[in-house]
């Protein structure tokens, strides 16, 4: 996929008033940049989220509290404790990314 086709598909699915302002500055790339880095920031952030509550329900698991599990099958098994880093894993490399 090169830079144009992503440019593209982007246009294609911004909302009608980014479609819009875009047009009035005559197709301005920077703004069509400005507006894609703001979308892969927000996409960023929602996996983020979900790595952060898989994290803390894994561990909830592991410890044997909160209502992930009602019968707490989990407690002090290794495997959700391993889960648990995981998750934490992921959202380190996903925010390192994002400072890339």
């Known amino acids: 996929m090169t830079q144009e ?3 593209d598909l982007m246009i294609k699915n911004m909302p009608l008033w980014q479609k819009k302002q875009l047009s009035a500055q005559g197709n301005n790339k920077e703004l069509l940049d ?12 929602a996996c983020i989220l979900i790595c952060e509550k898989l994290s803390e329900k894994y561990w909830d698991m592991y410890k044997g509290r909160g209502t992930a599990e009602p019968n707490n ?15 934490d894993k992921c959202e380190q490399a996903i925010r390192a990314r994002g400072n890339e």
Do not use: F, N, P
């Open 73 to 87: 099958i989990g407690r002090a098994d290794l495997h959700y404790q391993g889960l648990s880093d995981g998750a």
């Open 5 to 7: 086709d992503i440019d």
């Open 34 to 45: 400005r507006i894609i880095k703001e979308k892969v920031k927000e996409e960023r952030e």
